[in-house]
């Protein structure tokens, strides 16, 4: 008697029900279906974060199946003391440390580089939307280059 069910819905659209009384607090809430997460978790109702801790759900105006969305902030310090780091997620190979990332821009720069080989080597074969479209990559990945690994 007196309690109301609050659906609780989060990023990867998964839901739980929580069971709560109106005279809780949003702290009790998240102490109760995030512990030692507490403060790593957003709760946001109408548009409305819940930063709060001690304001009550009938405050609020949560009503039975009211719907709140959770998020839990990776920047937030956590209740939890740190885990050592496992190391590398996948298998790599003995002595390459590269994953799939990492061989993207050298291989956007040998794309162009033949690109501009062939432009310069085959001129005729090269319309002037297909030259101007040329200037216009390389100065896009020259621009982005600068901008994600300038200082």
Known sequence: ????????????????????????????LKSKYFPGQESQMKLI???????????????LRITDNSVI???RCRGAPAATPALPDPGPAGPTAPGLPLGGGTLMVPTVMVV???????????????????????????VLVTFLAFGLYGP
């Not at 033949?114 to 479209?133: K, M």
């Open 1 to 28: 008697p007196g309690l109301i069910k609050i659906r609780l819905k989060f990023l990867n659209d998964t839901e739980e029900v929580a069971v709560a009384r109106p005279e809780d607090t949003v702290g009790v």
């Open 45 to 59: 109702y109408r548009g409305q974060l819940l930063q709060d801790q001690a304001r009550t759900l009938r405050s």
């Open 69 to 71: 969305h959770c998020h």
């Open 112 to 138: 162009l580089a033949l690109g501009w080989y062939f432009r310069i080597n085959y001129r005729q074969l090269f319309t002037a939307p297909a030259t101007v479209s040329l200037i216009g990559v390389t």
